[in-house]
């Protein structure tokens, strides 16, 4: 058994965005040298998520806007007492989940046509980091 | 360390549909040898999703209820200027997410008394597929 | 290859209740000896959530409050056609998934910062059960 383990960083400029990070796997999953096995992508932070979907500007705007409808950016959150700002974007976290797990098989990242890897941000402009994890043969 | 790939084929009949799935899952386990691991089991396709909940029609039509109130299938979705008609379907998978990982546990599934495994269709009517991946010893 | 299974058991006293079970995720790793790898952490049970998220009662509280506002407790689910009432808690355990894969690295849990796990009980007053897989070398 192998396994291999990497950090991305992000600070974005925008307090929400959505990252396209699909090479930035596949390149770990080169770098591992691992033909078969699974790769675990999963935000550090609770502010944070990453899901699979399409790299479509229209629908990437449309799972905002779900999320902005289901659990808005506001300032009702008992979370504010703390001094934070932020409650939206724990809930959003929740919502779109933090992580994904990808089967790797022959060496690539075994995807579907349309499946992509997003970094979702829910509260940036400040470092964050996502953990990629290999693990197989 | 083993591991064991299959793929599933679906192409449903209706635009949503639910399907269990365990038995499929289940009988991968079997064929790949595999005494202790996880598996993976993955829809590829961006309007589909894979859950874990109970095999009882009234709580399926709920379930089907409330992705159709947090995303409903209508035309106001931004994704549609490109043509396509599904932008509910890519955020019902989103809130269901499109995965899970099972315990493998003796050669068997490990799921407690009432866990099914479930392929969510939320834009049938092609053929879609599902990758299951065994990994363990 | 190694791997460790563990169950853990709960029995709360109230209907809905949100546990900090982190260091009891870290002590399976410990037992396990596992140094590099994946620890699947599910709830058994389809009324039971596991996630990812800040050990803060204010954030606890507006996650819970979300959750009853998508699919809030109450009469009007096919599902307690069967005699059951608790159609919300499935709905909720779809909402925030039923498990989480936590990264191992050099022994230790890889964690954020501010990332705790929890089992989240939406049906509770009743013995419920976790897995936790380790896998890894």
């Known amino acids: 058994m192998k396994s291999y383990t990497e950090y991305l960083w992000f600070n974005t400029a925008r307090r929400r965005e959505y990252i396209n990070i699909t090479s930035q796997v596949e390149e770990a999953v080169k770098k591992s040298g691992i033909k078969e096995g699974l790769v675990l992508v999963s935000a550090m932070h609770i502010t944070a ?19 902005e409808k289901l659990a808005p950016f506001g300032p009702d959150y008992l979370h504010h007492r703390t001094g934070e700002d932020n ?18 098989t022959s060496g690539r990242l075994d995807l579907g046509p349309w499946q992509q890897v997003y970094y979702a941000e829910f509260d940036g402009r400040r470092r964050k980091r996502v953990i990629i994890k290999v693990l197989g043969e």
């Open 87 to 104: 409650g939206d974007a724990h809930l959003k976290s929740i919502l779109v989940h933090h992580q994904v797990i990808l089967p790797v």
């Open 49 to 67: 998520g990453i899901y699979v979907n399409d790299a479509e500007e229209g629908i990437i705007q449309d799972i905002d806007n779900m999320l």
